[in-house]
């Protein structure tokens, strides 16, 4: 699985951490991931590339993405571009 991170910028609270956490899990499979978004903004929020790795246990497979940031506001993770393929 490759997807693209980044964070959401538009925090009420300007002093508020500038990392978000996630976990992606899959078949058994997890990994966390966290990107740091000091200084982007809605036109750059510069967006990093991710990857996990699964192995399908079936032919259909849940796949997770869970915020870890669950501070009461919206500032957890933004995904765009996910893509799965077979390896």
Known sequence: VLFDMAGNWGLPDPDADKIVAMDVAAAGS????????????AQDMGYGEKTFFFK????????????????????????????????
């Open 30 to 41: 997890s990994q966390s991931y966290s990107f740091n978004f000091a200084g982007r903004s």
């Open 56 to 87: 399908a246990t079936s032919s259909t497979t849940k796949l997770v993405f869970e915020s870890t940031n669950l501070d009461g506001f919206f500032n957890g993770p933004v995904l765009d571009n996910v893509r799965v393929s077979l390896n």
